[in-house]
């Protein structure tokens, strides 16, 4: 059940957005699970018909939607079509409004305050910002619509619904908007400067839901009933589509909102993004190194590029419409955001292939799992992501339309008018494309997107393996034998030593025995009993590692687990580290990274990294004097961050974090606050993408301890003293059976699954 009818406080007062955190609500922790479907008409009709079918379609996935304590005020549900040229130009011309032809003006749907005052003013600074951005507003008209069948929270949080119409500005504009794209980009632009002048200070209702010459969304705080009742416009003959996007949304713990109902701007989702903290994390990142010949001085003004108090179909569609409007195509976009399986991929073509690889030294892939429908007013699709758990099925008739769903059935259809049926599978894309009227298979539009660029070409140029670089004795020069004896850390390999070193990072027998036996002898994470007896390390008197304090973020809905044997095909722990170049302007150089086969690396392979040739790699030390306290942990934080800000600044593009010269004065910095700390330091400089963090730490040792790591920046890990300690387990006959040099590579090459 939704949370609909729950009573919370907003920072804005009646905001139709999601409260503030508060208590144990987090609205970072926003997910959906619901009903999609689509039904287009391949030839690009368009009519009334389709649109009736799509509600239709809406209706017969009511049942994935949601309620709260109130029979009649919903989750959210909507619709989105084609601009209606006929039915906008006459509702236009009642209100006195003479609108250019098809595609060369912008319809904007446009939530706004109920005061008339507040909406007012909205609408003059709307206004004023059109007019900065070289375009202009013809006029404005209320939607009408009718509340009645809403429910009390529903119409509590309603905000009056309006639209404007937008048209290019001075004669010498008209040049520059040549083409619907550049109109676009305008109305993107114009739709994230005019929520930042109008949201937190003239109307806390205003939210655009959808500004564009190609498509329309009415959408909202709705049952799927409600949708057609809500506004009458649905129900004019005149508004005719050839194509409507659907969506019933279930948002199972989270809260319900005007805003967050479906469809968006690109896309409606099913499912939800499991890896979206990460993907948010490494977006804000890259902001900082964008930029557009596109868009130009434009893509400055309409910052922030991503709304980070979306939910993770919000914050998808952002990242979708951004990467679609500086230049790639609706499927480029998807594929690089949702690709294959394709690392384990035997037969996967070779172009196809290096298309991945390529594209993953840009972008990591949003996970799901997720089924997402998604259209540009011309293009319709769905695509599963490489999981493939959750359920997508369509038709195909001989009147030329396609009708997919979460389900079957949702539109009766006459066998006899079935031409073929199918369903969507994991990592592959269902693609309709009106223009050419034809649906266009997964294995052709990949090969046109893969075959575009010579991606092996660039990748056989500028990807560098680690297998590639050469080992430390071609550089004797660069041997450690450089350090004075007065210099040498006290980290020798003598049992009192690393008994020593264990102790200063708190290792116990017991993890010797029930963790870093099994790892060492087969790679794998000892398997134990479900439950632990010991305390919250927050409420624990004994002192606890960092990691302890930090849990593993599960599905907001049950998922089988992925097997890492058996579905070996769509599990990878390759990663590519190193300087990244701007996401939004590819260049044969973006891939000019380091790839590593895990994040685990050997003494041998950190060896190769230090001394390589290929990147600037600089090494910092993670080491504060322990008699100093809480101040000496502060400052060696500070120096570490100048430290990096000048390594960076000198063009290094790796930074190895070390504490292996440990003293009795030089005590470690927790290895996951010298990671996290930096990586956020950096981030807020605008400097993250720019350098790769490999963490050369005696500390980490466990599963949790690396993914926590690897979850919060580090790019990289070896866990120097976990590999010393083999030895000492060796000599102990603690572990049998296995070399020291296998252990090593045992454990870092066939890491446990984090």
């Known amino acids: 059940m939704g949370l609909s009818n729950q009573t919370v406080s907003s920072a804005n007062t009646g905001s139709t957005f999601s409260p503030q955190q508060q208590g144990l609500y987090d609205p970072q922790h926003e997910h959906d699970a619901c009903g999609v479907g689509f039904v287009v008409q391949m030839k690009g009709k368009t009519s009334h018909d389709i649109v009736q ?3 239709t379609i809406l209706l017969n996935l009511n049942h994935r939607g949601a309620v709260g304590a109130e029979p009649n005020t919903g989750d959210g549900a909507g619709i989105l079509l084609q601009v209606p040229h006929r039915f906008m130009a006459k509702v236009a011309a009642a209100e006195g409004i003479e ?20 909406r007012a003013h909205g609408r003059q600074a709307f206004a004023k910002v059109a007019s900065e951005a070289g375009l202009k507003v013809l006029g404005w008209r209320d939607v009408p619509t009718d509340h009645s069948s809403l429910g009390p929270t529903a119409q509590t949080s309603e905000p009056f619904m309006q639209q404007v119409f937008i048209g290019t500005g001075t004669a010498g504009q008209v040049n520059e908007l040549a083409d619907e794209l550049a109109l676009e980009r305008k109305l993107y632009v114009l739709r994230k400067r005019s929520h930042n002048a109008i949201r937190d200070t003239i109307d806390h209702y205003w939210y655009v839901s959808s500004i564009s010459c190609r498509t329309i969304v009415y959408k909202g705080m709705l049952m799927p009933e409600q949708v057609a009742q809500y506004y009458l416009d649905l129900q004019d003959p005149d508004l005719e589509s050839a194509l409507a996007l659907v969506h019933s949304r279930f948002s199972t713990n989270t809260f319900p909102s005007w805003e967050r109902s479906h469809p968006y701007r690109y896309i409606a989702h099913n499912g939800e993004i499991n890896t979206l903290r990460g993907n948010i994390n490494w977006m804000t990142a890259r902001q900082s190194m964008f930029s557009s010949r596109l868009f130009g001085e434009d893509l400055n003004r309409a910052r922030p590029l991503i709304n980070m108090e979306g939910s993770d179909s919000t914050i998808f569609d952002n990242t979708l419409e951004l990467l679609t409007l500086s230049g790639r195509s609706l499927p480029h976009a998807l594929m690089m955001m949702v690709p294959e399986p394709w690392s384990g991929h035997q037969f996967m073509d070779a172009k196809k292939k290096a298309f991945y690889e390529y594209h993953s030294c840009l972008m990591e892939p949003w996970d799901g799992p997720a089924s997402i429908a998604f259209t540009d007013g011309i293009q319709m699709g769905a695509v599963l992501d490489r999981n493939g758990l959750r359920p997508g099925r369509y038709y195909v008739t001989k009147d030329d339309r396609v009708i997919m769903a979460s389900e079957a059935g949702v539109l009766k259809v006459p066998p006899t008018d079935v031409v073929y049926k199918g369903r969507l599978e994991p990592g592959k894309m269902f693609l309709v494309d009106t223009k050419v009227g034809r649906i266009i298979t997964d294995e052709e539009i990949k090969q046109q997107i893969a075959t575009a660029e010579p991606y092996q070409d660039w990748l056989d140029k500028y990807l560098v393996t680690l297998d590639a670089l050469p080992t430390t004795a071609a550089y004797p020069e660069k041997q450690p034998a450089e350090k004075q004896p007065a210099e040498q850390p006290e980290n020798t390999t003598a049992t009192d030593a690393v008994t020593q070193r264990q102790i200063a990072f708190g290792y116990t027998f017991e993890e010797l025995r029930m963790l870093l036996a099994p790892m060492g002898q087969n790679g794998v994470e000892a398997v134990g009993a479900m439950g632990t ?21 599960f599905a907001q809905v049950t998922n089988p687990p992925i097997d890492s044997i058996r579905e070996e095909i769509i599990t990878s722990a390759t990663t590519t580290i190193g300087a990244e170049r701007n996401l939004l302007e590819p260049e044969a150089q973006s891939c000019h990274l380091l790839q590593l086969k895990t994040p685990f690396l050997t003494n041998e392979e950190l060896a190769k990294i230090k001394y390589n040739s290929e990147f600037k790699t600089a090494v910092l030390p993670i080491l504060f004097d322990p008699d100093a306290g809480e101040a000496g942990l502060a400052g060696a934080m500070e120096a570490l961050y100048l430290k990096a800000d000048e390594n960076i600044a000198a063009g290094h593009e790796l ?48 599963v949790h301890h690396f993914a926590v790591l690897l979850g919060y920046g580090c790019g990289a890990i070896n866990p120097y003293m976990a590999f010393e300690t083999f030895q000492r387990m060796i000599d102990d006959k603690l572990l049998r059976g296995v070399e020291y040099t296998l252990a090593c590579k045992t454990t870092s090459s066939k890491p446990p699954k984090v």
Do not use: W
């Not at 609108?99 to 507040?118: H, K, N, R, T």
């Not at 919250?536 to 849990?551: A, D, I």
């Open 533 to 553: 007896d010991t305390p919250l390390p927050v409420l624990s008197n004994r002192p606890k590692l960092l990691y302890n304090y930090f849990q593993q973020l």
């Open 99 to 118: 609108l250019p032809a098809a595609g060369e003006y912008g319809v904007g749907m446009i939530y706004a305050s109920p005061d008339a005052e507040a």
């Open 655 to 702: 930074l190895i974090l070390c504490d292996r010269d440990i003293a009795q004065n030089r005590a470690p910095i927790p290895a996951l606050l010298a990671v996290a700390g930096l990586h956020h330091h950096l981030i807020r400089n605008g400097t993250r993408t720019r350098v790769g963090i490999v963490l050369e730490s005696g500390e980490p040792r466990e």
């Open 53 to 55: 079918q799509g509600l």
